[in-house]
């Protein structure tokens, strides 16, 4: 990352992302002090063991699955959408309807699986895969030279995120929770906010516009750990550098 990023952006992950700059910090730590040689038998093996480790707790999620009204509302939804003729228009949501990614992701589970369970289960798997590759989308942008090590150690920590999750039965859409979509949002936002000022391109400055509406529309939630963050950060940063008192 340019010297011009890391003072831009020095506020935004102060108050956006301080506990994943803390992982990172991890990353960098462990990169040194257990450097492995890129070719070697225990990188290529580590990797996919991580993936496989993500995968594994992700299924454990499936131990905490319990069906109410609640969760069985997005399958009452395509059911009367798919299959009986109904129309968006005759349903009403909730404030944080989280439609980016957990009802697209619900109607491919509805097209896919025929019991509410499974369909619940895969949704809440297919939002770990995504979270882990905003995940690692975000730490490309941070450190660009990041090992497979460091990407192996990224998923660890979200393995023991996923068992937390598993314990204390939050966070994912098993539990019928929508703060996943504005983590993932974050991650993404982020990270292609730091692309467009280390790099340029008008492509990422739309994508962070339109990730932020998006992200809103899911859920107000999103203002509160995103837009506010990020906005006060900049004023803060263009009083510094304009030597302003705020």
């Not at 069985?72 to 990614?101: C, E, I, N």
């Not at 990041?146 to 393995?159: E, F, R």
């Not at 993932?184 to 391109?201: N, P, W």
Request: glycine share 8%.
């Amino acid at each position: 990352m340019s010297v011009r990023a890391k003072f831009l952006t020095a506020p935004c992950f102060s108050v956006c992302s301080t506990s994943f700059g803390n992982v990172i910090e991890l990353i960098e730590m462990g990169r040194e002090n257990h450097r492995i040689a890129s070719g070697g038998a225990a990188t290529r093996i580590l990797l996919p063991a991580a993936w496989l480790l993500v995968l594994m707790t992700a299924l454990l999620n499936g131990f905490r699955l319990s069906l109410h009204s609640d969760m069985l509302f997005q399958a009452d939804l395509f059911q009367d959408l798919f299959d009986l003729g109904g129309a968006w228009s005759h349903w009403r949501f909730t404030p944080a309807p989280a439609y980016v990614p957990d009802t697209a992701l619900n109607a491919l589970a509805y097209l896919l699986l025929a019991h509410p369970g499974d369909r619940i289960l895969l949704v809440t798997i297919l939002q770990i895969l995504i979270l882990a590759g905003s995940a690692i989308f975000l730490a490309r942008q941070i450190m660009p030279d990041i090992s497979k090590v460091g990407i192996a150690l990224l998923l660890i920590v979200l393995s023991l995120t996923n068992l937390v999750a598993v314990d204390h039965g939050w966070f994912y859409h098993i539990h019928n929770n929508v703060h996943v979509p504005t983590t993932i949002f974050g991650l993404l936002c982020l990270g292609a906010f730091l692309r467009f000022i280390d790099r340029g391109g008008v492509v990422w400055l739309l994508g962070v516009g339109l990730g932020v509406v998006v992200a809103v529309l899911s859920g107000s939630l999103f203002i509160l750990a995103f837009v506010v963050p990020m906005s006060l950060g900049s004023v803060l940063k263009g009083c510094e550098g304009l030597a302003v008192p705020c």
